[in-house]
């Protein structure tokens, strides 16, 4: 069965830096896309950044404006986990991140419907 696990969420200090990990067990075949979207209170879930991981488009991302030069999504494919590295984090980025993934496509996309299978969620507080 497919799951996806985040972890690495907590409260982290305006200015600082924080990892969340995305862990893909379950499949029987590669992936193409996976992307981290959050949600915060009273918001709709917005796409953070995207990453294609399959075929010759294999590498490509995508930021959303407010995180571009802060964060980085990256694959580690031994460990099937990929990554978000937040840096220089801001109360604005309080929510909850998940990641998700889908198959079959070849290009990076950040808009939520674009995605097959979801985790749960990690919450993560940026506050002094």
């Known amino acids: 069965q497919l799951q996806l696990m985040e972890s690495g969420g907590g409260l982290v200090q305006p200015g600082g830096s924080l990892r969340l990990s995305c862990a893909v067990s379950?499949?029987?075949?590669?992936?193409?896309?996976i992307g981290w979207f959050r949600q915060a209170p009273g918001k709709e879930r917005e796409g953070v950044s995207c990453?294609?991981?399959?075929?010759?488009?294999?590498?490509?991302?995508n930021y959303a404006d407010s995180v571009k030069g802060r964060f980085t999504i990256s694959r580690d494919s031994d460990k099937n986990t990929v990554y978000l590295q937040m840096n220089n984090v801001n109360p604005e980025d309080t929510a909850r991140y998940y990641c998700?993934?889908?198959?079959?496509?070849?290009?990076?996309?950040?808009?939520?419907?674009?995605?097959?299978?979801w985790g749960q969620g990690t919450q993560v507080t940026v506050s002094s």
């Open positions: 998700a993934l889908t198959k079959f496509v070849s290009w990076c996309d950040l808009r939520r419907d674009q995605y097959t299978d």
């Open positions: 379950g499949l029987t075949s590669d992936y193409d896309r």
């Open positions: 990453l294609t991981t399959n075929g010759r488009s294999s590498g490509n991302t």
